[in-house]
């Protein structure tokens, strides 16, 4: 081989080699995406809020009067039986101390009483000689009459001055008891606080249990004075149970009474079966933990399941309720970063043939990162998760293909 022709091998080959280089360059290379294969399968629409358990019916126990309460025998969760179980006893108050001006005032009304008490027994003594006297002319007035001596006018007149005399007296009578009362009253006022309790003579009221049921909270333990109205004890059945979630008022209105419902978070795997019993029409404002004011509704529900499953739960636990506002058995979905907006249409990539190819579909309920498609895909397509900007038709595509959840 001469030397031009050795020049054109190796040159040949050296343009050669760099066309193969710059081919394999510039040649669109795989990309690599997350692919999922979409199934048919159920699909639930909840709206979620956090919540707790209540007992249906708490009844507290307030004190009826004023007084010293007695420590309570009765701890949280102790048993009650209704009208048998004392749950609580209470000391009538002893009198307060007085004030040397009020010990005076105190002093000088029950002088005066006493000596009002004086006045009306010496009224009394009064009327009882006016009666004896009167007593004594009626009955001369009818011997004289019976003689013949004086007209029966003198009679009558007698009769009526001797009943005069007689109503005096009861009147007398009862002034003198009044004026008796008055001093006992002044008396009273001047009474000492006690010191110690009676136990043995003690007036106390005893309240019992209006329910059966289970003592729920305890305010007061140990003795001490309470006043009218205060409340005791708090007690219910924790055997009734419901559980009262606050709903965003946007959530809310997709709820309605009679709804299903899941309640979760309770301590178990497990979810309990519920039914929407009430949503309150009165919403509130409730502060969030990111300090946003939101508008809060009510929603109560009736546990479903056995009790058996939930009897580990009490008054107050924390859970969280799903309402169940729509439920499909056999749903194509995808998840919601697969999809995405071109043209004010919905749009999602698919692999066909290994290669990428936009599809529009139509979306329909979305539950949380599923989303319904009712048109655009079929059972066992392939769609690309979360695809790149720089996807676009016809790029060849690399991935490992995972079930759809």
Known sequence: MNVISRRIVIWGGIVLALALFLVMAFRPQPVAVDLTAIRLGPMQVTVDAEGVTEVKDVFTISAPLGGVLHRTPLEVGDSVVRGETVVAVIEPSDPAFLDPR????SQEELEAAEAARELAAAELDRAEIEKNFAQTELRRARELFARGTVPERFVDEAERAFRSAVAAVAAATA?????????????????TPAV??????????????????QVLRVFEESETVVTPGAPLLEIGDRAQL?????????DAVRVASGDRALIEGWGAEHPLEARVRRVEPFGFTKISALGIEEQRVNVVFDLVSPAEEWASLGHGYRVIARVIVWEGASVLTVPVTALFRQD????????????????EVTPGHRAGLQVEITSGLEPGDVVVVNPPERLTDGVALRGEVREST
């Open 102 to 105: 009020a010990q005076a005032e």
């Open 175 to 191: 002034s003198l008891d009044a004026r008796e009362h008055q001093a006992k009253r002044a008396r009273a006022r001047l009474i």
């Open 196 to 213: 110690t309790h009676r136990e043995d003579d003690c007036a106390c009221v005893t309240l019992t249990a209006p329910v059966d049921g």
């Open 242 to 250: 419901e559980v009262v979630a606050d709903f965003l008022s946007a």
């Open 344 to 359: 004010r249409r919905w749009m999602v990539f698919i692999r066909v043939d290994g290669e990428a190819r936009q599809r």
